[in-house]
């Protein structure tokens, strides 16, 4: 008896889904694909957001693998499953790199991860970021200043791939043998490094990012919004964006920022109105009770003997 290939067709199909969404990490978070990743001076690593880290593709041939953020009790900002991506790194003491491959044309989103784990002091390690060899996309990077220690920052780099040409904000380069260069810039601060990276491609208003601080939230939507103004000129749109503009799901992600933003400020309102109630130092020495240099508290009982006296004195005097 012939199996019924009606019947058949449909579970075929279902388990095929079923291994392409189990076995290819390169799908994540709905339109977005993992282009390229690494753990720099690291081992390989899945987040929680299912992108799958390579092991370092630098080592042993380029600069020094530090695992020297090991000895911190915790990183900020990350779950501790995600914690090794940024106590691991790279540095060099020069300039260094990685080559990223790309994929055809799009849109694009690098998401570069930095933690200071060894300074204490804003000042001491300040770097630049280069990609394709012309464009800055990080000026004078200081991971202290930005966030302090042990604590994660990121960095979000948005460009458009076109017809083997990058463009970059206003800039644009040629694309050479399907990759890009990464290079992290040698300055007079210490050596550049790098924890770890994630190159992105498609709905990249949506790439995944760290909780968002008062200070972090507006250099991601200035980005954001000069990265639309790109799209919409290759698209022969207009390029300034409104909110009804935007796609529903871009508008949500600023909605819910400006929501955390908003929640962040108040708390940071009552939190310092809290603790200037608690610390509050008086200011020049203690001033004196006025009402203990009252006199009449102290004469008060003398006025009551004589009171009672002269009753008894006037009896006296009878007698």
Known sequence: ???????????????????????????????????????????????????????DPLHGRIGTASDYGNHLLLIGRVPEQDEVLYRTERYHTATFGYTLPIDGDGEYALIMKFCEVYFNEPNKKVFDVVLNNKHTVVKELDIFHQVGRGTAHEEYVYFI???????????????????????????????????????????????????????????????????????????????????????????????????VDDDIFEEDEDNEEETWTKKRKVSGP????????????????VFIAIGAFIPLLFCLCKL
């Open 161 to 259: 791939i076109s017809n083997d040409r990058l463009y970059y904000k206003d800039e644009q380069s040629d694309i050479r043998n399907g990759v890009v260069r990464l290079d992290f810039i040698k300055g007079h601060y210490d050596n550049p490094k790098i924890n770890a990276f994630a190159l992105l491609k498609g709905d990249v208003a949506n790439i995944p990012r760290l909780p968002p601080t008062s200070d972090d939230i507006l250099p991601i939507d200035s980005d954001m919004a000069v990265f639309n103004d790109r799209v919409s000129a290759e698209g022969g749109g207009n390029s300034e964006i409104s909110s009804d503009q935007l796609p529903e799901n871009q508008q949500r992600s600023r909605d819910a920022a400006s929501s």
């Open 286 to 301: 203690r001033q004196p009770d006025p009402y203990s240099m009252d006199d009449s508290s102290v004469m008060l009982p």
């Open 1 to 55: 008896m012939r199996p019924n290939s009606t019947f058949i067709t449909p579970v075929l199909l279902w388990h095929v889904c079923l291994l392409l969404t189990c076995f290819c990490p390169s799908v994540v978070l709905g339109n977005l694909k993992v282009i390229y990743a690494v753990n720099a001076g690291g081992q390989e690593h899945t987040d929680k957001h299912g992108i799958h880290y390579s092991a």
